[in-house]
């Protein structure tokens, strides 16, 4: 399995590049399922994520291009409308495909994800939402069967709680209901508003993506399309952590600096001078010490849950106590136990982690447990005195493209080792 091995001390500097969103590309190669016709979707990142999301496609039965971050999609007839365990324990964002697969053939049986290192995420919402819609839902042999011979009715879905790719999944099955669709209580993320605007180009009609009330008119078919996804904000925000945990000075382009705005909030109240160098880029230098500022994780547009990790990597590094609330997932902070085995000072108590510092890190072995997790490692390796081994980094490859080389541009010490 291979490894990164990073040497700390290196103070980042330059301009790197983001790439497309990976929670907004596996929601649109689900889109395209949706019609018949050719879809081409552009700045799809090579990652392992998307690579699976494509082999689930094909499985279906639709016919999938791939060059230079063009994605083409043609998912002439579905031949199969499942989604198999074997694809699905590897990717639980597989069960993005049970809404447009319910509502292009009427049928569809998706494996249920099982459990997951960050906590149960189960999709309850998803198949309660379908239901609302007219599908008969059962469970059976560990998969969802859904059932809609006669088309989905359009209706009013209330989420019990913000889920984004239970939004994401309920959009995809509105877009061909009959009538009306109210989703409320939605997620307002931008990869939920880029996928409407996905589904718009291919001939849906969406009002209200990206607030928490979305209304869907039901149309009889969609048209092929062609649209290039956001980039990536988690990417974003990483890399503005690395600049900062390293004291650097780094410009993260081809970005959006309002979707990391509650990131960049954080920031500058830690420390840390960030500008917008234009439309697309924003800077990040030392203004002063850094300082520990308490964060607690929201949907969006909070503080993203997916970056949690990578700040709580910086917090290790400012002055005093910061205490760290994630109020997303039950179970998110197997970092800190690793970060703790580097020389970090955290304590968890149920949802808070409360960090104090500034804790000189030394390099270990140490072992990813999630994507965003393996990232936090990497980023106190870089700052850690030594040197840092991160093993498993097939999670960090689930949805980082080609991130050695992104660091090892701005100056950092990093290889890849392939042992075995
Ligand atoms: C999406 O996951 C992202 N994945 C996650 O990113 C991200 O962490 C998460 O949203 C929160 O922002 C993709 O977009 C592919 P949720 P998702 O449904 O949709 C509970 C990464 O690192 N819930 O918004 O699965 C759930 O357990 C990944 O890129 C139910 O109880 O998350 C969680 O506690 C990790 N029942 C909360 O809601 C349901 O039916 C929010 O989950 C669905 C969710």
Redesign the pocket.
């Known amino acids: 399995m291979d490894r990164f091995v990073v040497q700390g001390g290196a103070r980042l500097e330059g301009e790197v590049a983001v790439s497309g969103a ?2 907004s590309a ?1 929601p649109a190669l689900a889109a395209c399922l949706l019609t018949s016709e050719p879809v081409t979707l552009r700045r799809i990142p090579d990652v392992r994520d998307t690579r699976t999301m494509m082999k689930l496609l094909h499985h279906n039965g639709a016919a999938v291009e791939t060059g230079g971050g063009v994605v083409r999609v043609t998912a002439e007839a579905i031949q199969n409308p499942e989604a198999p365990y074997e694809i699905v324990k590897t990717m ?2 597989s069960s993005l495909v049970l809404g447009p697969l319910v509502a292009r053939t009427g049928r569809a049986r998706v494996s249920l994800p099982g459990g997951c290192a ?9 198949t309660s939402g379908l239901e609302r819609l007219g599908a008969r839902i059962r469970q059976e042999h560990g998969y969802i069967v859904a059932e809609a011979p006669q088309g989905l009715k359009g209706g009013v879905v209330y989420f019990d ?6 939004t994401e999944d309920l959009l995809m099955a509105a877009v061909l209901a009959e009538g009306e669709t109210v989703l409320k209580n939605a ?1 307002r ?1 931008p ?1 939920v508003a880029d996928l409407a605007a996905l589904l718009n180009k291919m001939g849906a009609r969406i009002q209200g993506a990206g607030t928490s009330t979305i209304r869907v008119q039901g149309v009889r078919e969609l048209h092929g399309a062609d649209h290039a996804i956001i980039p990536d904000r ?1 990417e974003a925000g990483t890399f503005l952590i690395a600049g900062a945990i390293t004291g650097g000075d780094v410009t993260v382009t081809r970005c959006v600096p309002e979707h990391v705005s509650a990131l960049v909030a954080k920031l500058q109240q830690a420390g840390l001078e960030i500008d917008e160098t234009g439309p697309d880029a924003l800077r990040v230098r030392p203004r002063s010490r850094l300082r520990s500022v308490d964060v607690t994780t929201e ?1 969006y547009p909070g503080f ?3 970056l949690q990790a990578q700040y709580m990597a910086l917090m290790t590094q400012a002055e005093g106590i910061s205490l760290i609330t994630e109020t ?3 179970n998110r902070f197997m970092h800190a136990l690793e970060l703790s085995r580097m020389g970090a000072n955290i304590r968890i108590e149920g949802r808070q982690a409360i960090v104090a510092g500034p804790s000189q890190l030394t390099g270990a072995a140490v072992i990813a447990s999630d ?2 997790a393996s990232a936090s490692l990497v980023l106190a390796g870089l700052v850690a005195r030594g040197e840092t081994v991160v093993d498993r980094i097939y999670h960090i490859e689930r ?1 980082y493209e080609n991130i050695e080389e992104k660091l090892a541009a701005l100056g950092a010490q990093i290889r890849r080792e392939s042992p075995g």
């Open positions: 990976k929670n596996l639980r964002a960050i906590g149960a995420r189960p999709i309850n919402l998803h709680r913000i889920t984004v790719t239970g997620a993320e990869e988690i949907e993203a849950t997916d997303i997932f039950e994507l965003r949805g």
